[in-house]
């Protein structure tokens, strides 16, 4: 037990400590799939014509000089980095691809959340031109387009650059009036099929929420928001990345106490049962008790609220019910835990003729033990299936720490091991309940070790 409590304390902590940045919630059951581990150079960009500083005017390709004492900031994460430029009444903003994998589209939306954020999508298309679509969504699913966005953004194919290991999309939007402005964004490594507006999105690689400062006024030492992987000072080091402390989003942290609560419940709980069952049942008669309190009285108000929260986390981020394998084996495999109750229940509750005149083990107790070992069993994957594969694709936030499976593949030897030593007792058992049988019940057992102690039943203690 106290391994599958360390397998949750690592994978809640590996969750929460994830480097990677929030999520979006993967577009209605999208979800990003993790990262790319290949690396391409970031060296800065030169830059050289002059701005404009009034009006509606753009900055583009300036030289450095010219942009101190100017306000904007630039935040990076683990795929893009977004340059902010204020420049009069509009602010100039740089997505750039940090090259770890194919440009695809980039994206950002004003505010912390997917849910009513006005966004701005971009993407290049196959002819060299960009296309720009403004978007927004009730939910953590696809965005639609918004005919009437609040603010209208122009995109600025002139200073977008296309070529090199580092790409950027550049576009212009009125001010508004905060200063520190929460943006989501996202990084999608699959260009969309066609260049109009509403043109379906593929799968984001990564997502999530972080903060700009318009209210920053450039140094020598800031990056520079029109090349945002470079800084001011033409240094080359590689840009900070924003998302290792970037918060749960509210149906993330569903899915980690849903998590939880299911790793305790059917990682923990059921299989001290099975164990408490298989190792004490010839050695004490109120085994029964323990095993009826751990896998009934203890775990069902663990396991329903953790599958609940399951349900929420998908209702929450507007995804689709039942959409992946992990949602559907979670289904099954709880609907199999109800039956296992009910026919523990019936089991100790409703004896057979055949066991209550000559103590002979009824068929049900046999499916009883099989049906539970497969529950286990099943959870085994089950839990694997969702922090290593349904975590990521949900969230956007990559793969959780390592340790995980360390533990993981602990506690999957362990548990067999120790309920299959238990085997050692299983002729013990069985001689024991032929002594409780009828014809033995006026013989008197030689050793007081093998004196009847087997009970199966609630009314013996």
């Given at each position: 037990?106290?391994?599958?409590?360390?397998?949750?304390?690592?994978?809640?902590?590996?969750?929460?400590?994830?480097?990677?940045?929030?999520?979006?919630?993967?577009?209605?059951?999208?979800?990003?799939?993790?990262?790319?581990?290949?690396?391409?150079?970031?060296?800065?960009?030169?830059?050289?014509?002059?701005?404009?500083?009034?009006?509606?005017?753009?900055?583009?390709?300036?030289?450095?000089?010219?942009?101190?004492?100017?306000?904007?900031?630039?935040?990076?994460?683990?795929?893009?980095?977004?340059?902010?430029?204020?420049?009069?009444?509009?602010?100039?903003?740089?997505?750039?691809?940090?090259?770890?994998?194919?440009?695809?589209?980039?994206?950002?939306?004003?505010?912390?959340?997917?849910?009513?954020?006005?966004?701005?999508?971009?993407?290049?298309?196959?002819?060299?031109?960009?296309?720009?679509?403004?978007?927004?969504?009730?939910?953590?699913?696809?965005?639609?387009?918004?005919?009437?966005?609040?603010?209208?953004?122009?995109?600025?194919?002139?200073?977008?650059?296309?070529?090199?290991?580092?790409?950027?999309?550049?576009?212009?939007?009125?001010?508004?009036?905060?200063?520190?402005?929460?943006?989501?964004?996202?990084?999608?490594?699959?260009?969309?099929?066609?260049?109009?507006?509403?043109?379906?999105?593929?799968?984001?690689?990564?997502?999530?929420?972080?903060?700009?400062?318009?209210?920053?006024?450039?140094?020598?030492?800031?990056?520079?928001?029109?090349?945002?992987?470079?800084?001011?000072?033409?240094?080359?080091?590689?840009?900070?990345?924003?998302?290792?402390?970037?918060?749960?989003?509210?149906?993330?942290?569903?899915?980690?106490?849903?998590?939880?609560?299911?790793?305790?419940?059917?990682?923990?709980?059921?299989?001290?049962?099975?164990?408490?069952?298989?190792?004490?049942?010839?050695?004490?008669?109120?085994?029964?008790?323990?095993?009826?309190?751990?896998?009934?009285?203890?775990?069902?108000?663990?396991?329903?609220?953790?599958?609940?929260?399951?349900?929420?986390?998908?209702?929450?981020a507007g995804a689709e019910h039942l959409s992946d394998d992990h949602m559907k084996w979670g289904l099954g495999i709880f609907v199999l835990y109800i039956i296992q109750l009910m026919v523990?229940?019936?089991?100790?509750?409703?004896?057979?003729?055949?066991?209550?005149?000559?103590?002979?083990?009824?068929?049900?107790?046999?499916?009883?033990?099989?049906?539970?070992?497969?529950?286990?069993?099943?959870?085994?994957?089950?839990?694997?299936?969702?922090?290593?594969?349904?975590?990521?694709?949900?969230?956007?936030?990559?793969?959780?720490?390592?340790?995980?499976?360390?533990?993981?593949?602990?506690?999957?030897?362990?548990?067999?091991?120790?309920?299959?030593?238990?085997?050692?007792?299983?002729?013990?058992?069985?001689?024991?309940?032929?002594?409780?049988?009828?014809?033995?019940?006026?013989?008197?057992?030689?050793?007081?070790?093998?004196?009847?102690?087997?009970?199966?039943?609630?009314?013996?203690?």
């Open positions: 037990m106290r391994g599958a409590l360390l397998l949750l304390g690592v994978g809640a902590s590996a969750v929460l400590a994830s480097p990677q940045g929030g999520g979006y919630g993967g577009y209605g059951g999208y979800g990003g799939g993790g990262d790319d581990d290949h690396r391409t150079s970031t060296t800065p960009t030169s830059t050289t014509a002059p701005p404009q500083t009034s009006g509606t005017t753009t900055t583009g390709n300036v030289s450095s000089s010219v942009l101190l004492g100017m306000n904007g900031d630039t935040v990076c994460t683990p795929y893009l980095c977004v340059g902010a430029l204020v420049n009069g009444t509009t602010v100039q903003y740089t997505l750039q691809s940090l090259g770890k994998a194919d440009l695809g589209w980039m994206a950002m939306g004003f505010g912390q959340t997917m849910a009513n954020s006005p966004m701005v999508i971009m993407w290049p298309n196959a002819d060299g031109s960009v296309t720009l679509s403004q978007r927004q969504a009730s939910a953590e699913v696809m965005p639609t387009v918004v005919p009437t966005p609040p603010r209208i953004a122009t995109k600025q194919p002139a200073l977008s650059s296309l070529t090199g290991s580092n790409p950027k999309l550049v576009y212009t939007i009125p001010a508004n009036t905060d200063t520190q402005q929460g943006i989501i964004w996202a990084f999608g490594s699959q260009r969309p099929s066609s260049a109009a507006e509403d043109a379906t999105l593929l799968q984001h690689v990564l997502s999530g929420p972080t903060k700009l400062n318009l209210g920053n006024t450039l140094a020598a030492d800031s990056r520079d928001p029109t090349n945002p992987i470079s800084s001011l000072s033409g240094s080359d080091t590689p840009p900070p990345s924003a998302g290792v402390s970037t918060p749960l989003l509210p149906y993330q942290k569903m899915i980690v106490a849903h998590a939880i609560l299911c790793v305790v419940g059917f990682l923990a709980i059921l299989p001290a049962g099975a164990l408490l069952a298989r190792w004490l049942r010839t050695f004490n008669p109120i085994w029964f008790k323990g095993h009826h309190l751990l896998q009934l009285f203890i775990s069902l108000p663990i396991i329903v609220p953790g599958v609940a929260l399951g349900f929420a986390a998908v209702h929450k523990g229940e019936f089991i100790h509750t409703i004896k057979p003729k055949s066991w209550s005149v000559d103590k002979r083990r009824p068929p049900q107790n046999y499916f009883h033990a099989i049906l539970g070992l497969l529950i286990i069993a099943l959870a085994f994957y089950q839990v694997r299936t969702g922090y290593k594969t349904e975590w990521p694709k949900q969230t956007g936030r990559g793969e959780i720490s390592n340790a995980a499976n360390i533990v993981w593949y602990v506690w999957v030897v362990l548990i067999p091991v120790l309920y299959f030593g238990g085997l050692v007792f299983l002729r013990r058992q069985y001689k024991q309940e032929r002594m409780t049988r009828p014809k033995h019940r006026d013989e008197t057992s030689e050793s007081e070790e093998m004196r009847p102690r087997y009970r199966d039943s609630p009314d013996h203690s």
